[in-house]
């Protein structure tokens, strides 16, 4: 499942087939949808609740009698449903104004253009150590103080590996997606190397890149 956000369109989820499971929590017909199905092709279209369902969603076909699940009332795709893309109107919430000076809800540290999209989306799918571990590499180079920020994240993944702490890994289709847009960011090669670590849960290799910056002994 691949996520392209257009920043001046809207965000697109797809390509689904049929029995995925949907990932987004949005609700299916507030978006566009595009799909193919038998021989034909359903181009910005939209979809609807049937009255007995408020999570399955139906679409008609143009000039027939026939409608099609699209989703069902479990939530997955619909049965012959191929290359399934969900377009939503970004809301003006989900953006964030460079020129903001919010330094609470969006700070700039972990905003910006490096990913066209904040550090707590990615913080928010790892586990708590990680997460931390993940946020102090993010931020090191825009707040003055990157040694101490290294070292924090040091200390976390120190903490994972000494106390043999478990730590979940992200699910398989998230995780590819984080490192797609980790690797399609501003990062230098360093900061993409370490962050796509601690996303795989290499906390270990992890931990030897951010020592090889501070000059400190390798984990092993």
Not at 29 to 51: E, G, Q, T, W
Not at 59 to 86: C, R
Request: with cysteine; aromatic share 12%.
């Amino acid at each position: 499942m691949d996520v392209k956000v257009i920043k001046n369109g809207g965000c697109v989820y797809g390509p689904y087939r049929d029995g995925d499971k949907l990932e987004f929590t949005d609700d299916p017909v507030v978006a566009m949808v595009s799909f193919d199905i038998f021989n034909h092709k359903v181009r910005n279209s939209k979809l609807y609740h049937p009255s007995y369902s408020k999570i399955a969603c139906l679409n008609e076909a143009d000039d027939e009698l026939d409608s099609w699940t699209v989703v069902t009332s479990k939530g997955t795709v619909g049965d012959y449903i191929e290359n399934l893309y969900f377009m939503f109107p970004i809301k003006p919430e989900d953006t964030v104004n460079p020129d903001s000076e919010d330094e609470v809800n969006h700070p700039k540290h972990y905003t910006g253009h490096k990913a066209d999209i904040e550090c707590i989306m990615f913080t928010e799918l790892l586990p708590s150590l990680a997460a931390n571990a993940f946020k102090y590499v993010w931020r090191c180079d825009d707040k003055g103080n990157r040694e101490e920020d290294l070292e924090k994240a040091r200390w976390y993944l120190q903490r994972i590996n000494d106390d043999g702490f478990y730590e979940k890994r992200v699910g398989g289709k998230v995780r590819h997606l984080m490192l797609e847009i980790i690797d399609a960011s501003d990062f230098d090669d360093w900061h993409k190397t370490v962050l796509a670590n601690i996303v795989r849960g290499c906390y270990c290799t992890a931990h030897d890149n951010i020592s090889s910056q501070l000059e400190h002994p390798d984990f092993f």
